[in-house]
């Protein structure tokens, strides 16, 4: 299976949906707290060949709850992906093979608005977004250095297109 994550160019929503969370601590007493009004700002995730994929997010949460009760676990229902498998197109269109690992950082860098007087966030604000992307691969050829370049022989003044990268992952299963 291969997993696919796209953010349009356009129409992109400068309103931050909140969730709820539940975290819970198995301790000499039992504790589990809600945290309401809860935004992500950074997702990182990470993989190198024969691991599993790694998925880190950081946030911001507006309030939390002590719940009277425990809830029941959920048990797991799918297996954890392994990363076999990696192309990366840069630009579009332009398959790089063999990508060994990877890290992809996606912050949006999210203020949150206090109200004067209020110790609770009122608002939050998505910022401009950072894309980051770090990986190796198998050094087959120049073509990889001649793409992010722009042109052949050295860096071009203008590149026709900056903006697109696509890295597909597989676990190796059709």
């Not at 609770?120 to 977004?129: G, L, T």
Request: proline share 3%; hydrophobic share 40%; glycine share 6%.
């Amino acid at each position: 299976s291969q997993s696919r994550y796209h953010v349009a160019n356009s129409g992109i929503s400068n309103t931050l949906t909140s969730m709820t969370m539940a975290i819970g601590f198995d301790l000499d007493t039992d504790a589990e707290h809600t945290l309401a009004g809860c935004v992500v700002n950074n997702c990182n995730i990470s993989a190198s060949v024969g691991e599993s994929i790694k998925c880190k997010l950081d946030g911001f949460y507006k309030t939390v709850a002590k719940d009277a009760s425990i809830w029941s676990p959920v048990a797991p229902v799918e297996d954890p992906f392994t990363f076999a498998n990696a192309t990366l197109e840069i630009p579009n269109a332009t398959s790089i093979a063999d990508v060994q690992n990877f890290e992809i950082s996606i912050n949006r860098n999210v203020e949150m608005i206090y109200g004067l007087g209020s110790r609770f966030a009122q608002k939050n604000v998505a910022k401009q977004r950072e894309y980051k992307l770090k990986m190796t691969v198998t050094y087959e050829d120049d073509n990889m250095l001649t793409n992010v370049w722009g042109a052949a022989g050295g860096p071009s003044s203008s590149v026709a297109e900056v903006a697109s990268a696509e890295l597909t992952i597989s676990n190796g299963i059709s």
